[in-house]
């Protein structure tokens, strides 16, 4: 568990930092200029992308003119517990947004996700992340695709280890019907979901078409909550451009929260593993090919 207290030791010690330049009246070019380091330097740590040492940590509380000593050595221990970021060993092949991602979802006590385009990457199997990953580029080399797969299946590690936190997953019903990879693949892949539905503190719902119209079409997100009050509720959210951002705005994060949960409303939850293993047998089957509807339509009977 060393690694998701580090993830949250560094939100805490980010939003922390903030807090105390801004009660000091300071912006980030005048601490830089104390500190004579570059701007870059500090904007990087109050973004959380690197840590800070202890060395570095002690003055900076002084140009900000913290005194407290509590408040000081509860500081200097959050930067001692989060120099080893989780997956900090992925930096070349992920984005600081993502890496940003990371770190919620290695602290979360509470992950709601709604996704509409795609199985989520930490419930995805190997064959089915493959897939996808070399349909979003396909120049990209075996060797990084390796490493692709090699870090989702490291973080689903969350999903089954003995306690954490609870995961709320929304799909929309395009989600578990498109066939990435083929008929086999989107077998395993079924059958994985439904496994992991059935586990307790995983949530899984479908979004069905029949709903029509829905908030959920502006694109996929995910909400995080923290059990510390320190830690705000923050969301990940994607864009049709392949952008990604970030934010702990509390009215921001208020809205996908009720978002969410106009979508949990609309949503089927019972029966779910059941479900898709009833889809998993029509795959088998081909019973659910759009196809088959291109075929010659029965005249209605005039007896």
């Known amino acids: 568990m060393s690694?998701?207290?580090?993830?949250?030791?560094?939100?805490?010690?980010?939003?922390?930092?903030?807090?105390?330049?801004?009660?000091?009246?300071?912006?980030?070019?005048?601490?830089?200029?104390?500190?004579?380091?570059?701007?870059?330097?500090?904007?990087?740590?109050?973004?959380?992308?690197?840590?800070?040492?202890?060395?570095?940590?002690?003055?900076?509380?002084?140009?900000?003119?913290?005194?407290?000593?509590?408040?000081?050595?509860?500081?200097?221990?959050?930067?001692?517990?989060?120099?080893?970021?989780?997956?900090?060993?992925?930096?070349?092949?992920?984005?600081?947004?993502?890496?940003?991602?990371?770190?919620?979802?290695?602290?979360?006590?509470i992950v709601r996700m709604f996704n509409s385009l795609q199985i989520p990457g930490i419930l995805q199997t190997e064959e089915y992340g493959r897939t996808i990953m070399r349909a979003y580029d396909r120049t990209v080399s075996e060797s990084t695709l390796d490493r692709y797969v090699e870090a989702r299946l490291m973080r689903q590690e969350l999903l089954v280890a003995d306690e954490g936190a609870q995961w709320f997953f929304i799909l929309d019903e395009s989600v578990i019907r498109r066939q990435v990879g083929g008929r086999g693949v989107m077998r395993n892949q079924l059958d994985r979901l439904a496994e992991l539905a059935a586990r307790p503190r995983i949530t899984v719902m479908i979004l069905p078409f029949s709903v029509g119209a829905h908030a959920g079409m502006q694109g996929p997100f995910t909400h995080f909550e923290f059990e510390t009050d320190e830690m705000p509720d923050s969301m990940y959210v994607e864009n049709p451009r392949g952008d990604s951002s970030t934010s702990s705005d509390p009215e921001e994060t208020g809205r996908m929260l009720e978002r969410f949960w106009e979508l949990e409303d609309l949503a089927i939850k019972d029966d779910v593993p059941e479900l898709l293993h009833r889809l998993t047998q029509r795959v088998e089957t081909g019973s659910d090919d759009l196809k088959a509807l291109l075929g010659p339509v029965d005249e209605p009977s005039n007896e």
């Open 3 to 109: 690694a998701p207290s580090a993830a949250l030791q560094r939100l805490r010690l980010r939003t922390e930092l903030r807090k105390a330049r801004t009660s000091a009246g300071l912006t980030q070019r005048q601490v830089a200029e104390k500190m004579e380091w570059s701007p870059s330097k500090l904007i990087r740590i109050e973004a959380g992308e690197v840590g800070i040492s202890v060395n570095d940590l002690r003055p900076l509380l002084a140009a900000y003119g913290v005194t407290d000593r509590r408040r000081i050595d509860t500081l200097l221990d959050l930067a001692r517990g989060s120099r080893k970021m989780p997956f900090s060993e992925f930096r070349d092949i992920f984005g600081k947004e993502f890496q940003q991602y990371l770190a919620f979802e290695s602290s979360a006590s």
